[in-house]
């Protein structure tokens, strides 16, 4: 639709408002020429019987009311204005959305400065069939789990927490394509530190463990003669259930609580889990042990600490230090590229646990070693 | 800080309040089902407080609602503008429940608001559709001949909107906490 065109709909919608019926109609008459030239789908999609009858029903509405207190005469002027206007105002919606395309708006949110808002609105668009085939999986193992046994209502919560968690981990994924394919559009840094030292960023999905790996590694370093300092910080495991999770300091064993998870109530920093100041400090004299020589281990650094709270300054102060031998940094996935961006070291290696076929201990000592340059993230 | 999770999160629960309002929105819109708009007032809610459970930042409800509005511009329904409206005003709703309060109380708070201002917002489009003159005349005649208080009938609507509201934004934190704990946030 040319600039013309626009203007002249854009000038019979205004024109619609008028309570002169005359104006009214000659809006409506620009309206549908607008139509017949630009777009006459979107003409005979406003003339369909459904909506004409609907338009009908409302100006008949309107005028006996206004019939009813004012006369008859006033009363039909009224409706027939209304019935005008409606239509000026379907031929307007059904020409602007016949006309606007999903290429036009990611194109203007760009051309706007919105690159942000155009990215998500493209990866909505992109992640609807992939939501349409959840929503159809779901129902199915619904229906095979129930022997495709009556649908009632009381099992329509199961249904969408199920299909909101699944949501949610398609975000996740699409997050971490994001991330990995170097999207840096969608946010922005707010830390960074040079390090020098030759860094290991272990990574990996939820519970494939990425602490106990780090915890063998510092063992294996140990028995080579070879110091680490810092901490991990292993689950706290109660009943069956992960319930928070504590610190530990690599070079002492000295140990203390640093989350626990909330039942009820309100975690902090977006997550269920309300943390103790006591695992903070033991974290940070952990850092304090880093030294020339030393392996410096911290598992794991989260969105928090790229924030630059949390664990960060401790570990700002640590990775300053001189001589270091190495770093071993465990994150999730997503946050891969913020902390390379952060770190900004100059040997960086990533290892990803998930189909990683070799014993993932000699990788990380070996990608300490220079390592492997297949596995290089820079 | 570049975590991307907050746009992501963003654009696909607004993509799922999007593909519930292009399917089941326009499949109750079509088959005129009373409280249609409640309805679907709900399904959003439920989106919405998921979201912001998740992703407890400043605009991502928001965010969530333009790329629902700009889904369902796409749609069979996407030529009235009505539901366009409804459900850019139901994410700032939301947003304003959870800037002037925080928790189950401000899912609460949103989800009154957001079906609150549902019949408001049908009779605020009668009367910019209408004109003045015919919604002065309707609200005169519906109170001469019905012998109520049109404007008693209408807070009525907002009351009973909001009340359900309330108890869906409720819910839908409740459900939202079961969501969080099977994604199994780490802190």
């Known amino acids: 639709m040319n600039a013309i065109l626009a203007l002249g709909l854009f000038a019979a919608v205004v024109a619609s408002f008028a309570s002169a019926v005359e104006v009214v109609g000659g809006a409506a008459v620009l309206a549908c020429a607008v139509a017949w030239v630009a777009d006459r789908g979107a003409l005979k999609r406003v003339l369909s019987a459904g909506l004409v009858l609907g338009a009908v029903f409302a100006a008949a509405a309107a005028a006996a009311a206004v019939a009813w207190s004012s006369g008859l005469e006033r009363g039909?002027?009224?409706?027939?204005?209304?019935?005008?206007?409606?239509?000026?105002?379907?031929?307007?919606?059904?020409?602007?959305?016949?006309?606007?395309?999903?290429?036009?708006?990611?194109?203007?949110?760009?051309?706007?400065?919105?690159?942000?808002?155009?990215?998500?609105?493209?990866?909505?668009?992109?992640?609807?069939?992939?939501?349409?085939?959840?929503?159809?999986?779901?129902?199915?193992?619904?229906?095979?789990?129930?022997?495709?046994?009556?649908?009632?209502?009381?099992?329509?919560?199961?249904?969408?927490?199920?299909?909101?968690?699944?949501?949610?981990?398609?975000?996740?994924?699409?997050?971490?394509?994001?991330?990995?394919?170097?999207?840096?559009?969608?946010?922005?840094?707010?830390?960074?530190?040079?390090?020098?030292?030759?860094?290991?960023?272990?990574?990996?999905?939820p519970g494939c463990g990425k602490t106990p790996l780090v915890e063998k590694v510092v063992d294996c370093l140990a028995g080579a003669g070879q110091p680490a300092a810092g901490f991990v910080q292993p689950a706290i495991i109660s009943g069956g259930e992960k319930t928070g999770f504590e610190v530990r300091n690599v070079a002492t064993g000295e140990s203390a609580e640093l989350a626990r998870k909330v039942t009820q109530g309100e975690g902090r920093h977006g997550t269920a889990y309300r943390f103790r100041d006591e695992g903070f400090a033991l974290a940070g004299r952990a850092l304090d042990g880093a030294a020339p020589g030393v392996v410096l281990v911290i598992d794991e650094l989260g969105p928090v600490e790229l924030r630059g709270g949390g664990h960060w300054p401790a570990v700002e102060r640590a990775l300053k230090t001189d001589g270091l031998a190495g770093v071993i940094v465990v994150v999730r996935r997503t946050l891969v590229p913020t902390l390379v961006e952060a770190l900004d070291a100059v040997d960086v290696i990533v290892v990803d646990l998930e189909g990683e076929a070799d014993d993932p201990v000699a990788v990380v000592i070996g990608a300490l070693h220079g390592g492997d340059a297949s596995r290089s993230f820079q | 800080m570049k975590d991307l999770r907050p746009w992501t999160h963003a654009a696909l629960y607004g993509a799922l309040w999007g593909a519930l309002e292009a399917t089941a929105g326009t499949a109750l819109h079509?088959?005129?089902?009373?409280?249609?708009?409640?309805?679907?007032?709900?399904?959003?809610?439920?989106?919405?407080?998921?979201?912001?459970?998740?992703?407890?930042?400043?605009?991502?409800?928001?965010?969530?609602?333009?790329?629902?509005?700009?889904?369902?511009?796409?749609?069979?329904?996407?030529?009235?503008?009505?539901?366009?409206?409804?459900?850019?005003?139901?994410?700032?709703?939301?947003?304003?429940?959870?800037?002037?309060?925080?928790?189950?109380?401000?899912?609460?708070?949103?989800?009154?608001?957001?079906?609150?201002?549902?019949?408001?917002?049908?009779?605020?489009?009668?009367?910019?559709?209408?004109?003045?003159?015919?919604?002065?005349?309707?609200?005169?005649?519906?109170?001469?001949?019905?012998?109520?208080?049109?404007?008693?009938?209408?807070?009525?609507?907002?009351?009973?909107?909001?009340?359900?509201?309330?108890?869906?934004?409720?819910?839908?934190?409740?459900?939202?906490?079961?969501?969080?704990?099977?994604?199994?946030?780490?802190?």
């Open chain 2, 30 to 187: 079509l088959g005129r089902v009373p409280f249609r708009g409640e309805i679907m007032g709900l399904m959003g809610l439920v989106c919405l407080v998921c979201l912001r459970r998740i992703q407890p930042r400043v605009g991502v409800v928001l965010i969530a609602g333009l790329t629902a509005v700009f889904l369902k511009i796409f749609t069979l329904g996407g030529v009235f503008p009505g539901p366009l409206i409804a459900i850019a005003l139901q994410a700032v709703a939301v947003e304003f429940g959870f800037l002037v309060a925080r928790g189950r109380l401000a899912a609460g708070l949103g989800g009154a608001v957001a079906l609150g201002t549902n019949p408001l917002q049908r009779v605020i489009m009668a009367w910019v559709v209408a004109g003045p003159e015919a919604a002065t005349a309707v609200i005169r005649a519906v109170g001469e001949l019905g012998g109520v208080d049109p404007r008693l009938v209408l807070a009525g609507f907002v009351a009973v909107a909001a009340c359900i509201g309330a108890m869906g934004g409720l819910w839908a934190w409740r459900l939202a906490g079961r969501v969080v704990r099977r994604l199994g946030d780490r802190p």
């Open chain 1, 76 to 205: 039909l002027l009224i409706g027939a204005t209304v019935l005008l206007r409606i239509i000026v105002l379907a031929v307007a919606a059904a020409v602007v959305s016949r006309s606007v395309d999903a290429e036009g708006i990611l194109r203007a949110t760009s051309r706007f400065g919105m690159e942000r808002l155009g990215l998500s609105l493209g990866l909505a668009l992109n992640s609807l069939p992939h939501l349409v085939t959840t929503a159809t999986t779901v129902w199915t193992a619904h229906r095979v789990r129930f022997d495709g046994g009556r649908f009632g209502l009381g099992r329509l919560p199961a249904l969408a927490e199920v299909l909101l968690a699944h949501t949610g981990r398609v975000a996740e994924q699409a997050a971490a394509a994001a991330a990995l394919r170097g999207h840096t559009t969608l946010g922005r840094a707010q830390v960074a530190v040079a390090s020098q030292a030759p860094t290991v960023v272990v990574t990996g999905p």
